[in-house]
Nanobody, 115 residues
Framework: QVQLVESGGGLVQAGGSLRLSCAAT????????MAWYRRAPGKQRELVAA???????NYANSVLGRFTISRENAKNTAYLQMNKLKPEDTAVYYC?????????WGQGTQVTVSS
């Protein structure tokens, strides 16, 4: 089992920055890829950014150049640095951790960007 706890969400003005953290506990040695997803009101959950255990990254086009995903394997933590935030980035952000057997989700953290 893997437990994920997200933190760092909040309210920010457009153009501002936030840094989300996702701390993993439990069977952490099994974690391969980690990712951040988001669900905006009335929309489906979408992939924001993903990172492999080796550090290879993948981003949604809408956040390219503004968001940066990273991870510290020694701390079993993934991060999402979000810069130049826009009102359309408002959503609940979820951390995902993948093992060879299944994926795990965090409880989500709210990000609200005011115009």
């Amino acid at each position: 089992q893997v437990q994920l706890v997200e933190s760092g969400g909040g309210l920010v003005q457009a153009g501002g920055s936030l840094r989300l953290s996702c701390a993993a506990t439990g069977s952490i040695f099994r974690i391969a890829d980690m990712a951040w997803y988001r669900r905006a009101p009335g929309k489906q959950r979408e992939l924001v950014a993903a990172i492999s255990r080796g550090g290879a990254t993948n981003y949604a086009n809408s956040v390219l150049g503004r968001f940066t995903i990273s991870r510290e394997n020694a701390k079993n933590t993934a991060y999402l640095q979000m810069n130049k935030l826009k009102p359309e980035d408002t959503a609940v952000y979820y951390c995902d951790a993948e093992t060879a057997v299944r994926g795990y989700w965090g409880q989500g953290t709210q990000v609200t960007v005011s115009s």
